[in-house]
């Protein structure tokens, strides 16, 4: 692959779906519980109860053979079953287990129970960003500059994966860090649609084709094509543009499919960072970004897909091939490690070759296995690490702040990161131009469980509450613009009879008409500091803010007002009007989450009277409602 020379990484936070509600943790402390490691079920029982038949087969004749394909997607560098956020094991209301450690433990029954020759380990993308340990050896103690090897890296390599397709999340830390990655994996780590700019030449490898010896058979060869999301460009321009395009998924594989078939591929697999919806998050200007069932409804000679991107389970989706009528079999795993997908498939031997009869899918619910201790040992150091980092004290609070109501009521703990973000671009534009600009700042809650303690508040308190990689951008809009982009964040919330009882929390995440997001997330609800204004839910979405105005008048229509706001919105993430073609006044790449740590860390003192200004309402008719 070649190499790529370019500036400072720019990270973002993700577009694809915010943690499941959590409760409670059933352990704290710095590292691993007795529940991590002592506890689970056998392997025959695990596997059973997945539905998956294991070696309880027929024995097959000479001219046929079961193989299994086994996939992870979506892992965002989650390499233990723990939330460094509670500082505690990971629990969510389904009682779901996380990370590497555990995929490992299944992968090991799988593999002893079909044999490590009969079996293949993939990838589907989105693995080395998502974690504060991801964060960590990216802009903290970057392994670009310590030389160790990164956590998921070595990880991957002790499990044995045989390939990785790239997500759109690994291209958060710009392409030299990236390169790095790859270079210490021993899986081939595949992108086929990812090309040099201007070009249809692969920028990284687009295919590998491994060979399966089997004792008693004829070599299998299992190709394996890896797509990426054509999202990549938006989502990460300031990394990619001018250096990386990403092309259309159903384009690049029917490109190299005919090719990996030639190569003497007898079973081809795709792993793709995509989910099956058919819908994009960012129009049509863009090739469609979740088309995994598109590859596998148009592409011919295609006998399974693995694909990610959408944080859900899907263990078995069987799509009819238009051009063939021939069955392809698709799995998606849920994200971080909670489950594995298993596909088996039944091949003959014909005519000098191996091609598949039938195919089958499954997930397997890691939670009902303990943390491979081989794979817990690998990252212990560095886990360790990353637990002693986000225990830091930055600052006292002189009172405890929630973001639990951050959804549908203006809060301290969200103004915070506004203040943030507003004193950091007045800083930096001072004594220039548009220093003369009033400044407003954008922020969405990301967590609801987010808090700060009354007292001491550690960087794991602020990474609990901006939970994501961006960093800091300002661009100028317009009056008129602000509104706009204002109308839009407002179709957040249901429409609401005046009235109505009171429910602010059923009022939000109103219905977004496409499969994939079915009601808008939390993240997408971006509220304004710095100006004032109702959002009046009773009225119908276009209509509903009112009362904006800017130090007591009415906001004027040509009215030039400097915002501060992440390099995800942006870029176009979202779909918001104006801000992505907005002049960029300020990109110093300086990571919100740091910068929130640091203005912490030089004020010492977190008092919402010095901050906190409730500049936004729910409405109705006019009337307050919360």
Not at 47 to 65: E, F
Not at 281 to 290: A, C, F, I, Q
Not at 354 to 369: E, H, M, P, Q, R
């Amino acid at each position: 692959m070649t190499r790529h020379t370019h500036p400072e990484p720019t990270p973002r936070w993700c577009s694809c779906a915010v943690p499941d509600d959590e409760v409670e943790p059933t352990t704290s402390g710095s590292g691993f519980s007795r529940r991590n490691l002592l506890v689970g079920a056998s392997a025959a029982s695990v596997l059973a109860a997945a539905g998956w038949p294991g070696a309880a087969q027929a024995a097959p004749r000479d001219d046929s053979l079961k193989i299994t394909i086994m996939g992870t997607s979506d892992l965002h560098s989650n390499a233990v079953n723990w939330d460094y956020y509670k500082d505690a094991t990971y629990s969510d209301r389904d009682q779901n287990a996380i990370g590497l450690a555990r995929v490992s433990s299944v992968v090991k029954q799988i593999r002893e129970k079909r044999g490590r020759d009969h079996t293949l380990l993939f990838d589907a993308g989105d693995t080395i960003q998502g974690s504060p340990l991801g964060f960590y050896y990216a802009l903290v103690d970057p392994v670009t500059e310590s030389g160790a090897t990164h956590p998921i890296a070595a990880q991957m390599n002790a499990i044995g994966y045989d390939a990785v397709a790239l997500g759109n999340h690994e291209f958060n830390y710009g392409l030299e860090f990236l390169d790095y990655w790859i270079s210490q994996m021993d899986a081939d780590v595949l992108a086929a649609n990812a090309v040099h700019a201007g070009t249809k030449v692969p920028a990284f490898t687009p295919y590998t084709i491994k060979t399966m010896k089997v004792k008693g058979r004829p070599p299998v060869r299992v190709g394996v094509l890896g797509l990426t999301n054509p999202g990549v460009v938006i989502w990460d321009k300031a990394n990619v543009s001018g250096k990386i395009e990403v092309l259309d998924l159903v384009e690049a594989a029917a490109r190299w499919v005919p090719v990996m078939r030639r190569e003497g591929a007898d079973v081809v697999v795709v792993s793709a960072h995509s989910g099956e919806s058919g819908t994009s998050s960012y129009g049509s200007d863009l090739p469609v970004e979740n088309a995994a069932k598109l590859v596998a409804e148009q592409v011919p000679g295609i006998d399974a897909i693995l694909f990610g991107h959408a944080h859900v389970d899907v263990p078995e989706r069987l799509v009819t091939n238009t051009v063939t009528g021939k069955t392809v079999v698709m799995s998606e795993p849920k994200n971080w490690g909670q489950r594995l997908s298993v596909f088996d498939l039944d091949l003959e031997f014909s005519r000098g070759k191996w091609s598949v009869t039938k195919g089958s899918a499954c997930t397997i619910n890691t939670n009902t296995v303990v943390d491979d201790p081989e794979l817990v040992a690998v990252v212990r150091a560095q886990h360790e690490a990353v637990v002693k980092y986000v225990n830091t004290p930055v600052a006292v609070s002189t009172q405890a702040l929630s973001a639990a109501e951050a959804c549908w009521k203006d809060t301290a703990i969200l103004d915070y990161v506004n203040e943030v973000q507003t004193a950091t671009v007045a800083a930096a534009v001072a004594g220039t131009p548009e220093a003369a600009l009033p400044i407003v700042s954008i922020a969405a809650p990301f967590n609801r469980g987010a808090t700060f303690p009354a007292g001491e508040v550690t960087i794991k308190d602020v990474a609990g509450l901006y939970i994501y990689d961006n960093t800091l951008m300002a661009s100028v809009l317009t009056g008129a613009q602000i509104k706009e982009y204002l109308e839009y964040s407002a179709k957040y919330f249901k429409q609401v009879a005046p009235d109505a009882p009171v429910d602010p929390a059923a009022w939000t995440n109103a219905p977004w008409p496409t499969p994939q997001s079915p009601t808008i997330p939390d993240y997408n609800y971006d509220q304004f500091s710095g100006v004032d204004y109702g959002v009046d839910i009773s009225q119908p979405v276009g209509s509903r803010i009112v009362g904006l105005s800017f130090n007591g008048a009415a906001v004027a229509a040509d009215q030039k007002f400097l915002v501060a706001v992440n390099n995800y919105r942006q870029s176009g993430g979202g779909g918001f009007p104006h801000i992505a073609t907005a002049p960029v006044v300020y990109n110093a790449q300086v990571a919100i989450r740091e910068a929130i740590v640091s203005y912490a860390s030089a004020q010492g003192t977190i008092d919402p009277a010095d901050f906190h200004v409730e500049n936004w309402r729910l409405v109705r008719n006019g009337t307050p409602v919360v």
